[in-house]
């Protein structure tokens, strides 16, 4: 009952898990949504190379590292309207 005097509570094991599932699948999302998106966006659908040409290359580091940037800006802005509500932590990305 440590949240009672301001701790947070404890999770039980199946909790435990059931959160990690959770984060397992929301970052397994976030990863498929940005290879679909950085795909779509970098590289043509006409191959002419078995290699990413310079401009490719290029583009998609761009583009995966834009996506990582707004990812931690949201979660951040999550975390402060959490705690602004009183609420016990964020989103759990850690990235």
Same mark, same amino acid.
């Given at each position: 009952? $440590?949240? %009672?005097?301001?701790? *947070?509570?404890? %999770? $039980? $094991? !199946?909790? *435990?898990?059931? !959160? !990690?599932e959770t984060e397992v699948e929301m970052i397994s999302d976030m990863f498929n949504r940005l290879v679909q998106s950085c795909t779509k966006k970098c590289i043509p659908t006409d191959y002419r190379e078995g290699d990413l040409n310079k401009g490719e290359s290029v583009c998609l580091d761009r583009c995966v590292s834009k996506m990582f940037d707004v990812n931690v800006k949201v979660s951040e802005k999550m975390q402060e309207v959490s705690g602004a509500k009183g609420g016990a932590g964020g989103m759990g990305f850690g990235m």
């Open positions: 009952m $440590s949240f %009672l005097f301001g701790g *947070k509570p404890q %999770l $039980s $094991s !199946a909790e *435990k898990i059931t !959160a !990690a």
